[in-house]
């Protein structure tokens, strides 16, 4: 089993505590919407990875390259690493972390100007190219980590917490064993998990303790074999 601290968009004065290591986790994932400087302190205290996908309020993330001699460059000028330091940016990517294999999209359907938000149309693309993504690093998909949930599926009616109506379809063909969302806070109702096929959905809001147990690549395979046979 892999240990996972969960967080999302609200922090959380407990986990903002050197006393967070109690947890004891193996990796923190975020689900967008946390300030930078929260999201580095979780990575310093735990001294374990954070794979995070920003959400609709985060700011915008420069894309950087690195030159031969190591240092990282933005429109050919040298610049330090994009916050938040010592994070994994999983936005659009399938990472491979603490034994678990991690797809992220992140933002939320477009209701303003804001840099991580788009049309349904839109993110149907984004949501191909991570699928292309997904079947190009091989292996099953453990953990689906998005901001905001599918269309239908534990968002809300009003033009800001409208839920992504491509996760349906990445969700099929992705078919991780969870999908952790954040975006649509519970104000104190806490929001029941939802299942669509093999995956639970889950809105993480604020934090959440989980196991994942890794799936493993030749099981997946059989179980494939079974099906289509």
């Given at each position: 089993?892999?240990?996972?601290?969960?967080?999302?968009?609200?922090?959380?004065?407990?986990?903002?505590?050197?006393?967070?290591q109690r947890y004891r986790p193996d990796l923190v994932l975020a689900a967008g919407d946390l300030p930078w400087a929260y999201l580095e302190f979780l990575s310093s205290a735990l001294?374990?990875?954070?794979?995070?996908?920003?959400?609709?309020?985060?700011?915008?993330?420069?894309?950087?390259?690195?030159?031969?001699?190591?240092?990282?460059?933005?429109?050919?000028?040298?610049?330090?690493?994009?916050?938040?330091?010592?994070?994994?940016?999983?936005?659009?990517?399938?990472?491979?972390?603490?034994?678990?294999?991690?797809?992220?999209?992140?933002?939320?359907?477009?209701?303003?100007?804001?840099?991580?938000?788009?049309?349904?149309?839109?993110?149907?693309?984004?949501?191909?190219?991570?699928?292309?993504?997904?079947?190009?690093?091989?292996?099953?998909?453990?953990?689906?980590?998005?901001?905001?949930?599918?269309?239908?599926?534990?968002?809300?009616?009003?033009?800001?917490?409208?839920?992504?109506?491509?996760?349906?379809?990445?969700?099929?063909?992705?078919?991780?064993?969870?999908?952790?969302?954040?975006?649509?806070?519970?104000?104190?109702?806490?929001?029941?998990?939802?299942?669509?096929?093999?995956?639970?959905?889950?809105?993480?809001?604020?934090?959440?303790?989980?196991?994942?147990?890794?799936?493993?690549?030749?099981?997946?395979?059989?179980?494939?074999?079974?099906?289509?046979?």
């Amino acid at each position: 089993m892999v240990r996972a601290l969960v967080v999302a968009d609200e922090v959380v004065e407990q986990l903002y505590d050197v006393s967070v290591q109690r947890y004891r986790p193996d990796l923190v994932l975020a689900a967008g919407d946390l300030p930078w400087a929260y999201l580095e302190f979780l990575s310093s205290a735990l001294d374990v990875p954070v794979v995070f996908v920003p959400g609709n309020h985060d700011a915008a993330i420069p894309t950087v390259r690195r030159g031969l001699g190591g240092g990282l460059f933005e429109a050919g000028l040298p610049v330090d690493a994009p916050r938040p330091h010592g994070c994994l940016n999983a936005d659009e990517r399938v990472v491979e972390v603490a034994g678990l294999r991690i797809a992220g999209l992140g933002g939320c359907v477009r209701y303003n100007d804001g840099p991580h938000q788009y049309t349904q149309k839109q993110y149907h693309r984004r949501a191909r190219r991570l699928a292309r993504r997904a079947d190009r690093a091989g292996g099953p998909i453990d953990v689906l980590l998005t901001h905001a949930p599918p269309l239908g599926l534990g968002d809300e009616p009003d033009p800001c917490h409208v839920g992504v109506e491509a996760l349906h379809g990445t969700l099929d063909r992705l078919e991780p064993t969870w999908h952790l969302h954040g975006h649509i806070h519970p104000y104190g109702h806490p929001r029941p998990d939802r299942t669509v096929g093999r995956t639970t959905i889950r809105n993480v809001v604020p934090w959440t303790m989980l196991d994942v147990a890794p799936r493993d690549a030749h099981t997946e395979m059989l179980h494939a074999l079974r099906r289509v046979g």
